[in-house]
């Protein structure tokens, strides 16, 4: 059957209905006035009895669709009553005004039909139907209580609507990898996602400021405090990123947060929504690729300072290279025009001296002691240099042997100024013997050079070993020197007194002292002017532990 | 004075064959005294001599172009018919390395040039002695 229009049987109302749409069926199906009003009876009479009797019944009319294309009008009242000898009286009744009446008793539902036959079925198109259809639910009301019927209907089918809608619309968000919330103005959270209340591990009926506090890291509360108090009063949308708690591991990961001010239909903001979403993951990345960065920038510092210790170590070999260079000059180009000085000047002496009057063989004289100072001058930058480009070979030295002939080498002069030398005996280490004997025939040279007139020349040569350095003490009783000059002394070029008193080049204790160091010693000296002068050279009695790290 | 034997003296330094001349002369060597000016030279020079015609020493300076003393030592060396000349190297600098190569190569002996009339007598005294073993 094809249903036009639904009849519910409560009450006396619905009985003039249910008669008026079954004549007005009848009418619109083309049957005359007298048809039209038995069957609409015959309706009632049923009608009468599902609303006396029954509970829930209902009246559905329709057209049947018969074979050979005939078609008939229908009327079902259904209802869920016991068969009672009413509804009995009342079919037959029914059977007396219309041709076809049928009785179905399923368990307690009972269903009776009345059919009523058309003739002229043809005319009845689809479209025709639903013509009926538009009919019936534009039908106007019959009476107030009709059109408050049909608004109730109407309001119970939006409300199923609704609950529907709202049941998928939780499913979804409660489903949602989000957490959603919607708050009013007074700051009461009106609606939040189960994600959320998961998440936090509080009912939504706890979650006001308070609670808010208690969930956000304390880094984070001053601030999201602030943005809070901003959004309330700009009414624009906030996003910031907090650390929250998470209820079952007891973490604060962190979440972004948006809300967005909702405005009703005035225009003013009584709602705020909002969703936080999970970022740690992100932030953990954000924060490595941070942490990378700074990785990547130290390692360009260090590629950088790399680059600049490598430039400043080709500087310094070429600077080496520069000094060799002019090892070299001095060693041979510088003295080479010396050398023809010195014999032009031997020459004239030897040859001219007849023709050479006093006065200009006075000028020869300083001539050549210039020059004489000039080869000194070379010979002490020559050593003094070489001292820092050669690698020397360490041995076995006796300290003793070197001093004995040393104080051989200086036989005369210590003859010649009536020094007194006293020394200790001076145990072997391991060192260069060149070089060694190089340091302390400077230091026995001063010594004796720097004597004063009219006293005794005396030369101490002390030692005090320990089991890994020794410590060996040159001291004289001469014009020793200002204490505070005692570190100046030993740089290049230095000179403490006059040449004409005391000739020297002032290279001599720099060489000591780059000897010392080259044997990973030290050497210092002390002194008064007018007094003494002591020098003390501390060599470690083996080279050993240096050799992996010089 | 009348000698059969000459001494080949090779220096790139012009003055230095004035004031070697000197030395010699003063010693009374200085007509038996030739001057080359580089190694190359002194090898060809020595190339057209005849066997009894050769220098009996030959003086190298150790800092020339072309060829060095001692490359030209060398050299000199691996010839059998000049290995035998007595060859002397002299040089501005004192350096114990190069001292050192030079008698490795078969100098007999190793001077640095002298700074004074004393020591160029000196040095002219030794080289007689060598030609004094070596005429033996």
């Known amino acids: 059957m094809k249903e036009i229009v639904r009849v519910s049987l409560e009450n006396e109302m619905d009985l003039i209905l249910a008669h008026k749409r079954s004549m007005k069926l009848a009418e619109l199906c083309g049957l005359s006035l007298s048809i039209q ?25 329709g057209i049947d669709f018969l074979k050979a294309n005939r078609k008939q009008v229908t009327a079902i009242v259904y209802d869920t009553a016991p068969y009672t000898p009413k509804w009995q009286e009342a079919v037959s009744y029914a059977k007396r005004l219309a041709d076809n009446v049928k009785v179905v008793r399923n368990g307690a539902h009972i269903e009776v039909s009345l059919h009523l036959e058309i003739n002229f079925a043809g005319v009845i198109s689809p479209a025709k139907l639903e ?63 189960k994600w959320l209340q998961d998440y936090l591990g509080i009912p939504i009926t706890q979650l006001d400021i308070a609670h808010w506090q208690q969930v956000v890291h304390t880094e984070d509360q001053h601030r999201m405090a602030s943005d809070l108090n901003q959004l309330i009063i700009n ?42 979403v999970d970022i740690h993951a992100q932030k953990l990345i954000e924060q490595t690729l941070k ?4 990785l990547k920038e130290t390692q360009q510092k260090l590629v950088y300072h790399q680059q600049q210790l490598e430039q400043k170590i080709e500087a310094l070999n070429r600077s080496n290279y ?9 060693s041979h180009d510088l003295q080479e025009p010396l050398r023809k000085l010195f014999f032009y000047a031997d020459v004239l002496q030897q040859k001219y001296r007849e023709t050479i009057d006093a006065s200009g063989v006075q000028i020869l004289n300083n001539m050549t002691q210039a020059a004489g100072r000039m080869k000194e001058l070379i010979r002490d930058l020559l050593a003094y240099s070489e001292l820092n480009q050669r690698e020397f070979e360490f041995g076995e030295v006796n300290l003793d042997t070197i001093l004995e002939e040393l104080l051989k080498d200086f036989e005369i002069v210590i003859r010649d100024k009536g020094a007194v030398v006293r020394k200790q005996p001076l145990p072997i280490i391991h060192g260069n013997a060149v070089k060694l004997r190089q340091l302390f025939s400077n230091l026995l040279s001063n010594a004796l050079k720097y004597s004063k007139a009219g006293v005794t020349p005396q030369i101490d040569i002390t030692c005090l070993q320990t089991p890994e350095a020794l410590a060996i003490t040159v001291r004289d009783n001469g014009i020793g020197f200002d204490p505070k000059q005692q570190h100046r002394i030993f740089e290049l070029f230095e000179r403490l007194h006059s040449r004409s008193r005391y000739p020297g080049t002032g290279i001599g204790l720099s060489i000591c002292k780059r000897i010392a160091e080259l044997h990973h010693g030290s050497i210092s000296a002390t002194a008064e002017a007018g007094e003494y002068a002591s020098f003390q050279v501390t060599l470690p009695l083996s080279q050993q532990s240096y050799i992996h790290t010089a | 004075m009348n000698h059969d034997f000459k001494i080949l003296v090779v220096d790139d330094d012009p003055e230095d064959h004035f004031i070697m001349q000197e030395y010699f002369s003063e010693a009374g060597l200085g007509d038996i005294v030739v001057f080359r000016e580089n190694g190359e030279e002194a090898l060809s020079y020595l190339a057209g001599l ?53 008698l490795e190569q078969g100098a007999r002996d190793y001077f640095v040039k002298p700074f004074t009339l004393e020591a160029g007598t000196l040095m002219i005294e030794r080289f007689r002695q060598m030609l004094a073993e070596s005429l033996q």
């Open chain 1, 131 to 193: 013509s009926f259809i538009q009919y019936f639910e534009s039908e106007p009301p019959i009476s107030p209580y009709d059109e408050i019927r049909r608004k109730n209907i109407q309001l119970q089918d939006l409300a199923q609507r609704l609950r529907e809608s709202e049941a998928s619309y939780s499913f979804l968000s409660d489903r949602l990898p989000l957490m959603i919330f919607s708050v009013n103005h007074l700051g009461t959270i009106t609606f939040s996602n």
């Open chain 2, 50 to 102: 005849p066997p009894n015609g050769l220098p009996a020493l030959i003086v190298l300076d150790l800092n020339m172009p072309v060829l060095n003393g001692l490359q030209t030592l060398t050299m000199l060396k691996e010839q059998s018919h000049l290995r035998h000349i007595q060859v002397v190297i002299y040089s501005t600098s004192n350096n114990d390395h190069e001292r050192q190569q030079c």
């Open chain 1, 37 to 61: 009003t038995t069957f609409a009876t015959a309706v009632s009479e049923i009608a009468r009895c599902a609303i006396e009797s029954g509970a829930e019944a209902f009246m559905l009319l």
């Open chain 1, 322 to 330: 520069e000094l060799e260079q002019f090892a070299h000059l001095a």
């Open chain 1, 235 to 276: 009414k624009k949308a906030l996003r910031q990123q907090y650390r929250l708690r998470q209820n079952s591991t007891g973490k604060y990961l962190w979440h972004m947060i948006s809300i967005q001010p909702a405005e009703n239909d005035r225009d003013l903001t009584t709602q705020w929504v909002g969703f936080i």
């Open chain 1, 291 to 294: 942490d990378n960065t700074e």
